[in-house]
């Protein structure tokens, strides 16, 4: 290779992306966010609450929003414990003192002085006021014999000069350091023209061209380079509001000897003039602008006026910047992170965070797994129950599986006539492929995506569907989960909607002949589609109605009168509550027996249309444990008492079980 080459290859540098999102990163992975989207919503949290608790929360490898608000509000405790106010006056103290020692000696050394004009300037330093801003108006007269104290005396006026700048216009105090009279008298124009450029912009008289003559004119002064008028209106503002919060969080005392020195200012009263005007021209176009804030600064470090009103701006940016992460306001998202404002606070590392969340979220719109309905609340979609219904099922096969010690089988049915129906593959499968549908969803895929068909296509894995097989009978399925209080107050609520859920995934992917109903059961009872039972919240109504859930089930094994019924009851509670004739519901603790004549009578016509009936029993309540064991023994039908955690895997083996079926066949 070349000595210049590889001069090249040794001067290569590789390094953090910064223009954007990494192009390189992995995609965001859903499959931990849905989890525990899931989890909040079956637990009664909107699917809106649930999402903003996970991004709040954050995931196992990923920083959340309350990661990056404490980081913030730690930034912001920072700043206010590190730092004072005095900084300008203790640097005018110190330029004066130093100018009064060297004057001291320089009428010391001078033999050729009078001494009565030397006693006279003696007596008048030495009476100076303790107030900087009065010794600094009475010295201004003053007669300078030492060069070196007149040159640091007008160095108080050139840094109050400056400082004052520096408040309006970031960056003054050093491009102004050993300025000229030729550089003031820029700055005198550029404040005058500014001002009437403002002013004409109140009164609705300014143009576009005068605009741009003034940042052709003085644009060097404006590091933002605005483009247009209320851009440039939006930076002077934020920064005049900066610095009236820092003058507002000063002491009485610092404020007068502010004033007073102020107006020492490169010796120009004009200036103070020119800055207040421009003050009440930015109160008047930005009054939205936090103008009556302060703060209090008590830490060690001294703050020039310029300094400090950058460090209001900073502490500005973290208040704002701990609304938007709060997400607390109407329609906030997001989206309404500035970015720009994370990097300067917390650095780069933040807004990595920061994009991965808004990549997550953005994506669990996207990709149709939350979706806003016409009513403006976020919902979790079908495709997002689906989903999670696998990832539950996935875990019940695994409680199955290591509680029986078998095989994962992935087949829909034992070998024998085909059902009719198809699935994607999965590892494992040894059913034959639907040629025709796998061929379809490959020819589908490839024109999505604006491929060429005609040219052929390429199959890929996840366009492969197997043929299901039938060696079973069709079943109607009524699950009846109890929802009274005491399922949430015992913690048994998140497990019953998971179980629900579990099934409702089971039935509608590999058992697709199967009626599946959901029937909840608390003072009364109702059917409900799985979106509306894993989004219940545990409401305080007391009873258990057993009977009104038991005449729903039987209404839907009528409906099916060729298909094997499966009676599955999930309850941790006697029967409380009854339907009567009119309609109304009856309740009394403890139980009484009408009610649980009734519960009987209707458990006795699930018998009577064959009904398989197995009862999940939770908790150890004796009462409920000799009514369950007495009612399976009426039926024949079967009692298990699961803890709480394993009650899906109970529930679906049961169903497999009763129809038949392998106990681990899940797929």
């Known amino acids: 290779m070349p000595r210049a080459n590889r001069r090249l290859t040794r001067a290569a540098r590789y390094g953090r992306y910064v223009d954007g999102p990494d192009p390189l990163a992995p995609p965001v992975d859903l499959t931990e966010a849905l989890d525990a989207i899931g989890e909040e919503v079956m637990a009664g949290y909107s699917p809106e609450q649930a999402l903003r608790e996970f991004l709040r929360r954050g995931g196992r490898d990923q920083n959340g929003l309350d990661d990056l608000a404490r980081r913030v509000a730690e930034r912001r405790r920072e700043l206010t414990r590190e730092h004072n106010l005095d900084g300008t006056l203790q640097e005018i103290t110190e330029l004066l003192e130093k100018a009064v020692l060297a004057e001291r000696k320089q009428l010391a050394r001078d033999a050729l002085m009078d001494e009565g004009d030397r006693a006279l300037a003696q007596m008048q330093l030495d009476n100076l006021p303790a107030s900087a801003a009065a010794a600094v108006s009475e010295l201004n007269g003053y007669d300078w014999t030492s060069s070196e104290a007149r040159a640091d005396f007008e160095r108080i006026k050139d840094l109050l000069g400056r400082e004052m700048l520096d408040q309006r216009f970031a960056g003054m105090k050093n491009a102004l350091e050993n300025a000229s009279d030729a550089d003031r008298e820029a700055i005198t124009r550029m ?40 851009e440039l209106l939006d930076a002077l503002a934020a920064r005049a509001a900066a610095a009236q919060r820092m003058r507002n969080s000063m002491t009485q005392e610092q404020r007068d000897e502010l004033d007073a020195l102020a107006q020492q200012a490169f010796g120009s009263p004009e200036l103070m003039q020119g800055l207040g005007r421009l003050d009440e021209t930015l109160r008047s176009l930005r009054p939205g602008e ?3 804030g302060s703060e209090r600064m008590s ?54 965070d920061a994009r991965t969340l808004q990549q997550l979220e953005k994506a669990l719109r996207d990709t149709g797994t939350m979706k806003r309905g016409s009513d403006g609340q976020l919902r979790m979609t079908p495709k997002a129950m689906r989903q999670l219904g696998k990832a539950l099922l996935r875990d019940v096969a695994q409680r199955l599986s290591g509680r029986q010690g078998a095989r994962d089988v992935r087949q829909a049915g034992a070998a024998g006539e085909r059902s009719g129906s198809t699935r994607e593959w999965a590892f494992g499968d040894t059913e034959p492929w639907d040629v025709t549908r796998t061929i379809t969803n490959a020819v589908t895929r490839v024109a999505g995506a604006g491929g060429d068909t005609a040219a052929g296509v390429r199959i890929e ?27 949430a107050m015992d913690g048994r609520w998140v497990p019953m909607k998971r179980t629900a859920l579990a099934l409702h995934t089971l039935i509608t992917s590999r058992f697709r002949g199967d009626d599946l109903q959901l029937i909840a059961f608390g003072r009364s009872a109702q059917v409900m589609p799985i ?77 009577r249309l064959g009904a398989r009936t197995t009862f999940f029993r939770l908790g150890d309540d004796p009462g409920l444990a000799r009514f369950i064991d007495s ?37």
Request: cysteine-free; hydrophobic content about 40%.
């Open 191 to 230: 404040l005058a023209d500014l001002n009437e450029l403002l002013e004409a912009h109140a009164r609705g008289e300014d143009t576009p061209e005068q605009f741009e003559g003034f940042m052709a004119e003085h644009g060097e002064f404006f590091p933002e380079h605005p483009e247009t008028i209320d």
């Open 290 to 292: 936090d103008w009556g």
């Open 299 to 352: 830490g060690e470090q001294g703050l020039g006026l310029g300094d400090g009103t950058g460090v209001f701006q900073d502490l500005a940016d973290l208040d704002e910047l701990s609304e938007q992460l709060a997400q607390s306001y109407n329609g906030s998202q997001l989206d309404d992170l500035d970015l720009d404002a994370l990097a300067r606070q917390l650095g780069s590392d933040a807004v990595v």
């Open 461 to 487: 894995i996840g366009d492969v569907e197997v043929q299901e097989t039938e060696a079973r009978t069709q079943a109607a399925v009524a699950l009846l989960v109890d929802t009274s209080f005491s399922m």
């Open 531 to 607: 979106e509306e039972l894993t989004g219940l919240e545990a409401e305080w109504d007391k009873g258990t109605n057993l009977h009104h859930a038991l005449l729903l089930a039987n209404r839907h094994f009528r409906k099916h009168p060729n298909a094997q019924p499966v009676l599955l009851i999930v309850t941790d509670g006697e029967p409380t509550s009854h339907l009567e004739a009119n309609g109304e519901v009856f309740f009394a603790y403890p139980p009484h027996p009408l009610t649980i004549a009734y519960a009987v009578r209707e458990l006795d016509n699930s018998v």
């Open 631 to 667: 009612m399976a023994r009426r039926v024949d039908g079967s009692v298990v008492a699961p803890e709480a955690d394993d009650l899906g895997a109970a529930v679906v083996g049961s169903y497999l079980g009763s129809r038949g079926s392998d106990p681990l066949d899940l797929g």
